[in-house]
Each structure stands twice: as structure tokens, then as C-alpha cells.
């Protein structure tokens, strides 16, 4: 039989391990937020429209080249990229198709043919959809942060990818992404700003952003 005592004494021990852990980083602060926490926030976001504005700094020249547009999402794999200043373009992705229009013309290529820009759709596209594998499959991955504001730190590993792209960063709240931060080989870097809300597409009325992509 086990006496009120006892029962008394094993909780005070309960009481001094829990604090112990605690103190080690194993109480409830080991359920950091992480990537899965991350993906499955992204992941319940299913299309969306926002504008952006880049600037990216270029090696010998002496000022930033400024662009902004309209960017937009559609699941499982249609990105979207609208450039409307300084001058208009559009880059669309959809499955493995990558479609350039300028001008009044438009190319069309494979991503397979550019491995290279196939690790960076990956990563846009698995962020956005919330998929870690595909994410995975070309980068390394940090998650800081909480869901309130959190950054994602991708570092390639695909070596073609990494020729060109040193770090590339995703920051945002909850299931938005907000920032890209990318830094290239050579000292290149470019930083977008993505601000959610309605959009008004060339040639349309304004729409409504369920999110930013």
C-alpha cells in the first residue's frame, strides 16, 4: 500500500523535474515554432494576389534598380510574377512551364532546362503550398520566429543552385509571406517588399488578396 507521504514526496519530485527541464529547455518551450508549424500555416492558403516592389543592388553600379508589380498565387503550382515598372513584363510558372512575355512577345521554356531557376520556383512554390519535401529537396531550411512574424531561412544544396544563389530568406506572419531576401554569388542581393491588399490588374478592375503569396 503507498501512503499519502509517499504519493506527497513523488509529487514534489515531479515538481523539481519539470522545473529541471525546464530550465534545460525541455518545458513547453521546446515546442518552438518550426517548419512544420510553418508549412501547414502556408499550406491553408490556396491562391492569392499582392503587390511587390524589388530592389536589387547589382555589383558596380552605384544605386539599387527598382521594379514593382503585382505578384499572384494559384495551387498546386501557378506563380505568377506581373512587373509593371520600369517597364512591363510578366513571368508566369505553371507545372514545369515557364512563360516570358515583354513586349508584345512572349517565350516559352521547360524549367528542367534551367535547373538553376527550377531551385528557386521550388522554393517559392513549396513555401507557398506548404510543401517541406519539394522545399527540401533543394535547400537546407532554418525557421525562426513565432506565427506572428517569423523568417525562413533557405540555404541551397543543389550545387548548380548554388553556383548563383548564396542565402535566400522568407519572412512574413501567419500564412503570408511579406519578404524575399536573396543573395547572390558575387555580392548581388535583391530584397522585395510584399504588401497584401486589393489589386487592380492591367486592363481590369481591382480584386480582392485572400493572402499574399
Known sequence: M???????????RL????????????????????L???MGLLAQ??????????E????????????SGVLSFSAPDKLTRQTLSPRPETMSVEGNVLTLSRGGRSRTL?????PELLGLVEAMRGTLTGDSQGLQRYFTSKVSGDAKGWSLDLQPIDPRLAAQVRTLRLSGSQGMVLG??????????????????????????AAPAAAAP
Open 2 to 12: 503507498i501512503s499519502g507521504s509517499k504519493i506527497r514526496l513523488d509529487g514534489r
Open 15 to 34: 515538481l523539481a523535474l519539470a522545473a529541471l527541464l525546464g530550465g534545460l529547455g525541455f518545458g513547453a518551450s521546446a515546442w518552438a515554432f518550426d
Open 36 to 38: 512544420p508549424d510553418l
Open 45 to 54: 492558403q490556396k491562391s492569392g494576389q499582392a503587390r511587390f516592389t524589388e
Open 56 to 67: 536589387r543592388t547589382v555589383h558596380g553600379l552605384e544605386g539599387p534598380l527598382a521594379s
Open 110 to 114: 521547360t524549367l528542367d532546362s534551367m
Open 180 to 205: 524575399i531576401e536573396m543573395e547572390f554569388v558575387g555580392g548581388d542581393r535583391s530584397v522585395t517588399t510584399i504588401t497584401p491588399g486589393a489589386v487592380a490588374p492591367v486592363g481590369g478592375a
